[in-house]
């Protein structure tokens, strides 16, 4: 994607609530490697490891918009398997962080009542 615009990252509340409960059990492994992740996430929006991920509810985005769960280890076991939610806006290039959790957390994803609120606020703020 050499010479195409490098996407802005915005992280959500719910995004900076979840990141900091992660980095206390994980500490400055999971710090260096979600600044990696985001730094790639620049330049790359859909990397191998992430994927198009289904809407919880009746929530739809607008045209532009679209949802994505990217998956990465940061330890063995449940709690290493980290998954970082994600929208991508492509016409104005900006990916808002939705919400980042352990498979220890939450086995497939979190609720999905909890995760239309979080998609809301993302989208609003």
Not at 18 to 31: D, E, P, R, T
Not at 48 to 71: A, D, V
Request: glycine share 4%; charged share 25%; with cysteine.
């Amino acid at each position: 994607m050499t010479g195409s615009t490098p996407y802005l990252i915005e992280e959500s509340e719910n995004f900076k609530r979840s990141f900091k409960k992660l980095a206390k059990i994980h500490g400055a492994i999971l710090v260096e490697l979600v600044a990696e992740i985001l730094e790639n996430l620049i330049e790359d929006q859909y990397p191998l490891n992430s994927r198009n991920e289904p809407l919880p509810g009746k929530i739809q985005l607008t045209e532009e918009w679209t949802f994505h769960k990217l998956e990465l280890r940061v330890s063995k076991g449940a709690s290493g398997q980290i998954r970082l939610m994600y929208l991508v806006n492509t016409t104005t290039c900006v990916i808002r962080l939705v919400w980042i959790y352990s498979h220890e957390q939450f086995a497939k994803r979190p609720p999905d009542k909890d995760l239309k609120i979080v998609i809301k606020e993302t989208l609003d703020g």
